[in-house]
């Protein structure tokens, strides 16, 4: 998991990127290709 400044292109590397905030931190997952998960705060 990568941890990042900003998110906008953590998004953008795949079609099946979701946002989700979980516990005050903003995360990517991807169920299709889990190694594209970043993770922001």
Same mark, same amino acid.
């Given at each position: 998991?990568?941890? %990042?400044?900003?998110? %906008?292109? /953590?998004? +953008?590397?795949? *079609? ?14 991807? *169920?299709?290709?889990?190694?594209? +998960? /970043?993770?922001?705060?």
């Amino acid at each position: 998991m990568k941890i %990042r400044n900003s998110l %906008r292109t /953590a998004k +953008k590397r795949d *079609k099946n990127c979701r946002v989700i905030r979980r516990r005050g931190r903003t995360y990517v997952i991807n *169920k299709k290709n889990p190694r594209l +998960k /970043a993770r922001q705060g």
